[in-house]
């Protein structure tokens, strides 16, 4: 994986437990399998680094937890401020995870707070798509407006992306861009955290 990684201290088994039912696609609960995965990617990343000669540096920010579970009414909140209702995959994972600092390298999952059209995150989206002469149709929708921001790096040169379900109905996944001047998409949220998940594994052995 070509950006820097940072790994995570451990976490409640709660966090990965108080959790809601589980994608009926899968076997077992998908969210609560994939928060382990990263956690054990983010704890093999810190001791790789501090036996390859980062030991004296504090690199404690690498094994940040997720945060505690949303509430459905902080997840309804933010469905009502963007305006769309979100897809079951990233509903269940904000029930898990209620947003993520450094969850795989520099990058955070946001939290249903941080989940709103009007953002500092959304302007330098935009600039960064102008400056890459990035159109909407890549990403094939009609508007930069019907992209929600779930996740970004900590110097916001790549973005997380995906939509809402249409027409404010129920659906049971969302495409996700994963954009940082290029664009690579995924079926779902899910397909893009096992993603991550494997590209974390490839690295540093």
Avoid at 7 to 25: F, G, M, N, R, Y
Avoid at 95 to 101: F, K
Avoid at 107 to 115: E, G
Avoid at 158 to 165: A, D, K, N, Q, Y
Wanted: glycine residues 4%; aromatic residues 8%; contains cysteine.
């Amino acid at each position: 994986m070509a950006r820097e990684q940072r790994p995570a201290l451990a976490i409640e088994a709660t966090a990965c437990t108080s959790c809601s039912q589980p994608d009926p696609d899968a076997a077992g609960d998908w969210c609560a399998d994939t928060i382990a995965a990263l956690i054990s990617e983010q704890h093999r990343w810190y001791d790789y680094d501090m036996t390859h000669g980062r030991g004296n540096v504090d690199l404690t920010w690498m094994v940040t937890p997720p945060n505690p579970p949303a509430t459905a009414e902080q997840i309804d909140a933010a469905e009502q401020r963007l305006g769309k209702r979100l897809d079951r995959q990233l509903r269940n994972w904000l029930e898990h995870a209620n947003g993520w600092e450094f969850a795989f390298g520099t990058t955070a999952l946001f939290s249903t707070q941080q989940l709103t059209p009007d953002s500092r995150e959304r302007e330098i989206l935009l600039q960064v798509a102008h400056d890459s002469d990035t159109q909407i149709d890549e990403f094939g929708v009609d508007s930069f407006d019907d992209l929600i921001i779930i996740g970004t790096n900590d110097n916001q040169s790549e973005f997380i992306l995906t939509t809402g379900c249409a027409d404010d109905s129920d659906c049971d996944s969302a495409p996700v861009w994963d954009f940082d001047g290029d664009i690579r998409k995924f079926s779902s949220l899910r397909d893009f955290l096992t993603a991550e998940v494997k590209s974390l594994k490839t690295a540093k052995q």
